[in-house]
Structures are given as structure tokens and as C-alpha cells.
């Protein structure tokens, strides 16, 4: 059964499609959490994502 690929929507990387892939369409979990943030902050302005926003955006490759 062929898997389908996605790209993540926060890094391009690419993603398989699965049920194990908890964090999907995103690559992994911080993915997930950054894109979130951004929608968060974006909506909200929560104070606490935003003092936190630097180091969240820190590419660590
Ligand atoms: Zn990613």
C-alpha cells in the first residue's frame, strides 16, 4: 500500500501520511507546536507565546 507524502507545512520537510503520525500534516511535534503558537499569538496575543517566541523560532539544524 503506497503511503501518501505531505510537506510540512511549518519547515517543508517532508511527511509521511500516517496513523502514527500523530503530528501530521506537520513533521514532528515542535512543528506542530510553533505553528500553533503563531496561530495563538496571532488570534490571542497570549502574553506568555510571545515571550517565548524567540526561542520556539531558533532553527536548531
Ligand atoms: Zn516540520
Known amino acids: 500500500m503506497?503511503?501518501?507524502v505531505?510537506?510540512?507545512p511549518r519547515c517543508g520537510r517532508i511527511v509521511i501520511w500516517t496513523n502514527a503520525n500523530r503530528y501530521r500534516p506537520f513533521c514532528s511535534e515542535r512543528c506542530?507546536?510553533?505553528d500553533l503558537g503563531e496561530w495563538a499569538a496571532e488570534s490571542?496575543?497570549?502574553p506568555e507565546a510571545e515571550k517565548q517566541e524567540g526561542?520556539?523560532?531558533k532553527d536548531e539544524e
Do not use: W
Open 32 to 34: 506542530k507546536m510553533i
Open 55 to 57: 526561542e520556539a523560532l
Open 6 to 8: 505531505v510537506n510540512c
Open 2 to 4: 503506497k503511503q501518501p
Open 44 to 46: 490571542y496575543r497570549i
